[in-house]
């Protein structure tokens, strides 16, 4: 069974830093593509970034409202990728979630999300 | 970047009625168009991915239809589980986007 599971959220100071994971079951993730979405509260869905797969070498994408700021790495070992977020400020307070993506011939598709993990910037 | 504009952004509906939810792009898109449903409090579920392709396990119940910078999300007849909130989304281009969503209620 796909499984996504988030975690490492929690409630940080702005300019401060967290480092959230996803780890995968069921699949290997190095075969696919993941995407980053958030939903801040009461709000809707923003599409935050993207690793690519192995045969992509992990490139990556960002939304510019995070870009500079936040980094998605892997871990194959250990079946996981991690989303580094520094410089937080108040508009990062969401629940983060991790999808991942298929191929369906033309382009790449989320049909799998996490249960996502809350991240509350606030002093 | 492009915009997507769904309407309504919410609709009062009963158990049976048929519902239609569309999503326009300010640029064409071609077929790159998914369709999620998300529940309160629950992480989104994807229902449809190219436009109108049922993903697997979602009730043939719901269907997509259109290109370029008009979409159809339709429920052919809306049962108790299917009150939530539909967002479109476009994988044309970077930055990926998301519609602002639809809340369906009962009425």
């Known amino acids: 069974e796909v499984q996504l599971v988030e975690s490492g959220g929690g409630l940080v100071q702005p300019g401060g830093s967290l480092r959230l994971s996803c780890a995968a079951s069921?699949?290997?993730?190095?075969?696919?593509?993941i995407d980053w979405v958030r939903q801040a509260p009461g709000k809707g869905l923003e599409w935050v970034g993207r690793t690519r797969n192995k045969a992509y070498s992990y490139t990556t994408e960002y939304a510019a409202s995070v870009r500079g700021r936040f980094t998605i790495s892997r871990d194959d070992s250990q079946n996981s990728l991690y989303l580094q977020m520094n410089s937080l400020n108040t508009e990062d307070t969401a629940v983060y979630y991790c999808t991942r993506l298929f191929y369906d011939g033309s382009d790449y598709y989320c049909d799998y999300w996490g249960q996502g993990t809350l991240v509350t910037v606030s002093s | 970047d492009i915009q997507l504009t769904q309407s309504p952004s919410f609709l009062s509906a009963s158990v049976g009625d048929r519902v239609t939810i569309t999503c326009r792009a300010s640029q064409g898109i071609n077929s790159y168009l998914a369709w999620h449903q998300q529940k309160p409090g629950k992480a989104p579920k994807v229902l449809i991915y190219?436009?109108?392709t049922l993903q697997s396990g979602v009730p043939s119940r719901f269907s997509g239809s259109g290109s370029g910078t008009e979409f159809t999300l339709t429920i052919s007849s809306l049962q108790p589980e299917d009150f939530a909130t539909y967002y479109c989304?476009?994988?044309?281009?970077?930055?990926?986007?998301f519609g602002g969503g639809t809340k369906v209620e009962i009425k």
């Open positions: 069921g699949f290997t993730i190095s075969d696919h593509y």
């Open positions: 989304q476009q994988l044309k281009s970077y930055p990926l986007t």
């Open positions: 190219a436009a109108s």
